[in-house]
């Protein structure tokens, strides 16, 4: 894994860490370097001012913001930076992450944020649309994402066949 990260990860609370977790762990798994933040767009609004401003020019290629509730992160980041943003709504709350979910997506036109499902597999698909976005330019990349999708299907297969011959 190289040492410069090229995916920055923004959450809102470290108790959105173990929903995040999921995307630093798909990146690490095919070998893409990242760095981990909590920066509020509430709580510390300057300090996420700062990351999204000076993401690009310290090597940063893509950033994955994660938030609940009112989650205005990957929004605010998306507007003082031309990097792609992922948003990825975080469970939990009195609406179960359908606040963040709504927050994140409703963007304005002119500041897109790339929505993910809320949760875990939101955060694990912010991680692989990441790569895929590398993948454009890195061949490494691209193969890797084919060899991904090879052993999703054959273990689909394997389970369809276990089903039919317990
Ligand atoms: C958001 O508010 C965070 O992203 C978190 O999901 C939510 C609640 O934060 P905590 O009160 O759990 O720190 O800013």
Redesign the pocket.
């Known amino acids: 894994m190289s040492a410069s990260p090229l995916v920055l990860i923004v ?3 470290e ?2 860490l173990p929903v995040m977790q999921e995307a630093a762990d798909v990146l690490a798994e095919f070998g893409v370097a990242c760095e981990m933040r909590i920066s ?1 767009a ?1 709580r510390s609004p300057l300090r996420t001012m700062n990351l999204a401003t000076e993401a690009a020019g310290r090597g940063i290629r893509i950033i994955i913001a ?4 009112a ?1 205005h ?1 990957a929004g605010v980041i998306a507007s003082k930076t031309t990097l792609p943003v992922i948003g990825v709504p ?1 469970p ?1 709350g009195s609406l179960n992450g359908v606040d963040a979910l709504y927050s994140t997506v409703q963007m304005p036109g002119g500041i897109p944020v790339a929505t993910m499902a809320i949760g875990k597999a939101g955060a694990k698909n912010a991680g692989i649309f990441a790569v895929q976005i590398l993948a454009l330019t890195e061949e490494r990349l691209a193969k890797a994402l084919e060899e991904y999708r090879r052993e999703m299907d054959e273990e689909c297969a394997r389970k369809d066949s276990a089903i039919q011959h317990p």
């Open positions: 959450m809102g609370s108790n959105d509020s509430h994660g938030a609940g509730m989650a992160l975080m939990g």
